[in-house]
């Protein structure tokens, strides 16, 4: 039973996946006084599956001088740990929701990080090495700040489980009462996803295509696949966190669907933020703030 959910959940998450990229191109195209997709199928429902065809029926190519081993297995390191991550997801039954769920959260969220560093660096450019670079030092200074706002709620509901933490959102939910907390975790959220205004791995206008220039076809795919499954991983977080309900309820995805439209929008309207500004906001702002949050929620309890 637990191998079945597993797949189904893993299956239905890639599914979603799809029709999240068609939703971030019409949302763009409406944003930019345009349509988006709206031939293939009906108002362009089945635009994902034929982009999906295209990619993975393209020829692999791969450049002369690039380490192959890393370069051919780190996209699908990128998809199997953003895939991995869902196995925390809180079901009816708690067939794969655990005592310590926030902390294996945490671990496979700490290895996301090496699968853009090895595509990075396996590609041998030095668009994608420079990109690759942004990306860790982003990611790593986001996630001691993340840890910390999160260890916050932690602290204040006394548990490690995201299943209890459902539960103790039934009748006020911890958006009152740590909003400064979730203003910063959907920031860093941000970050971490290397989203705009903060997507300076892909910086169009200095770095082409960041750390992924080099890959097409399958690889770009694993690639594409894996950042959006963690956008809708970071929606479902930011929902449970602040914005309890129970998984089993429609509400439930609604709010998950209004958080990564929420993401998709600052896409469309933000323009790039500057990269020191960046860590500034993190290593100035956000630390010094959160440490003092931490106490306060702790002695709250």
């Known amino acids: 039973m637990k191998f079945v959910c597993m797949i189904l959940m893993l299956l239905f998450s890639m599914i979603s996946v799809a029709f999240l990229t068609l939703l971030e191109r019409k949302v763009l195209g409406y944003i930019q006084f345009r349509k988006g997709p709206n031939k293939v199928g009906v108002i362009g429902l089945f635009q994902p599956f034929s982009d999906a065809v295209k990619l993975f029926t393209k020829e692999f190519l791969f450049p002369l001088k690039s380490n192959f081993y890393p370069y051919w297995l780190s996209p699908m390191l990128t998809l199997f740990i953003s895939l991995i991550i869902w196995l925390v997801f809180p079901y009816w039954y708690m067939i794969l929701s655990w005592k310590y769920s926030f902390i294996f959260m945490f671990v ?34 986001y ?40 203003l910063m975790v959907f920031v860093s959220f941000l970050a971490e996803l290397n989203r705009t205004p903060f997507d300076f791995s892909e910086g169009e206008s200095e770095l082409v295509s960041g750390f992924n220039i080099e890959y097409g076809g399958s690889g770009f795919a694993f690639i594409f696949l894996g950042e959006y499954l963690s956008i809708i991983f970071s929606s479902f977080f930011l929902v449970i966190m602040f914005f309890g309900s129970l998984s089993f309820h429609f509400y439930f995805y609604l709010k998950i669907i209004f958080f990564s439209f929420l993401i998709i929008l600052i896409r469309g309207v933000l323009p790039r933020y500057r990269y020191d500004k960046l860590m500034i906001l993190c290593w100035k702002s956000f630390l010094s703030s959160i440490l003092l949050l931490l106490i306060f929620y702790s002695l709250i309890i």
Request: with cysteine; hydrophobic share 55%; glycine share 6%.
């Open 108 to 141: 496979i969220m700490s290895l996301g990080v090496y699968g853009i560093m090895m595509s990075g660096w396996s590609s041998n450019s030095s668009y994608s090495i420079l990109g690759c670079l942004r990306v860790v030092a982003q990611s790593i200074s």
């Open 143 to 182: 996630e001691v700040s993340f840890l910390l706002l999160v260890l916050s709620v932690m602290y204040f509901s006394n548990t490690l489980s995201i299943g209890i933490l459902m539960y103790l959102q039934s009748n006020i939910w911890f958006f009152f009462i740590f909003f400064p907390v979730f």
